[in-house]
């Protein structure tokens, strides 16, 4: 009844299948072709899958400004300690909370403890910091530090 041919054109992450929409006895069933390799990898990597898809979801422009955000942040020829030391020198707020977003989503706490420690550094009358510095020891599991910057952002 139907193909849909991911080989000919595949998604946005470089995914290729094709999908079969066949009829049998009046059901309508999809029959799924994939490459050996990637069904072995699937299910290992299916949660990455799920969070880009999230992370990418939206308009256009949203996915372009995501991907902006990422290559602000990155550098092929760099390692990872040179790009952390250059994101948490930066004075550009907007990139660090995108970035924070980012990695609060993918569960690296320390990193987003220290992205709002220099978010905090950059602003400290800031009462949104304040209360992400205190999130940021929450996750960790520091409640008594947490609840220190709660406090203060109420005062």
């Given at each position: 009844i139907r193909l849909k041919n991911r080989f000919k054109e595949p998604t946005f992450g470089g995914y290729s299948d094709a999908l079969y929409n066949i009829e049998i006895e009046g059901m309508i069933c999809e029959v799924q072709l994939h490459v050996s390799a990637i069904v072995a990898h699937k299910e290992e990597n299916h949660l990455y899958y799920e969070y880009f898809r999230s992370f990418f979801a939206g308009n256009f422009d949203a996915c372009e400004a995501r991907i902006d955000m990422l290559e602000k942040c990155t550098n092929?020829?760099?390692d990872v300690q040179q790009m952390l030391a250059k994101m948490l020198a930066s004075e550009?707020?907007?990139l660090m909370l995108d970035m924070r977003r980012l990695v609060?989503?993918?569960?690296?706490?320390y990193l987003n403890e220290l992205l709002c420690r220099r978010l905090f550094e950059l602003d400290s009358d800031n009462l949104e910091y304040m209360d992400m510095l205190g999130l940021a020891a929450d996750y960790q599991g520091r409640y008594?530090?947490?609840e220190v910057f709660h406090h203060q952002c109420l005062e």
């Open positions: 092929p020829d760099a550009d707020e907007k609060v989503e993918m569960g690296d706490y008594k530090e947490a």
